[in-house]
């Protein structure tokens, strides 16, 4: 009975594991990480909504649903599907991108590429 509990358990840990995908994480919305010869790529998981305003506050403000992409760049530059152009840096504490009238931080977090995907440690100069 003890041998059939412990290859139960041990299927059933396995079976979960192999499930869980790692995620970057900002503000509770989930990116999954692409690196190419350009740099990195962060796409969310899910739709995000994000309040913009384009004309001041109140009634100019508008909402734009949708997945977001945000691109960094070999040369520290930041591009997201909403925000625009930008920088993104990286400190002990993290990365993010800052943009014109917003920012988007993964804190306690690190930028990864597998040995197939590395091109050499991307970003390094993109210091916060």
């Keep these: 009975m003890k041998t059939y509990s412990t290859l139960l ?6 079976t979960l594991n192999a499930n869980m995908a790692f995620s970057y994480v900002s503000g509770g919305h989930e990116y999954d990480l692409i690196c190419n010869a350009n740099g990195h790529a962060l796409s969310s998981k899910y739709p995000i909504t994000r309040t913009v305003n384009t004309e001041g506050y109140g009634a ?3 909402y734009i649903s949708g997945f977001e992409k945000l691109y960094l760049g ?4 930041a591009l997201h599907s909403v925000f625009g152009e930008g920088e993104w840096c990286w400190a002990n504490g993290g990365f993010g991108a800052t943009f014109v009238d917003s920012g988007i931080w993964f804190a306690r977090q690190e930028l990864f590429c ?3 995907d590395d091109l050499g440690i991307l970003g390094i100069e993109c210091r916060c």
């Design 9 to 14: 358990f041990l299927l059933l840990f396995l």
């Design 74 to 77: 070999r040369s520290c530059d």
């Design 114 to 116: 597998t040995k197939e």
């Design 60 to 62: 100019a403000t508008r």
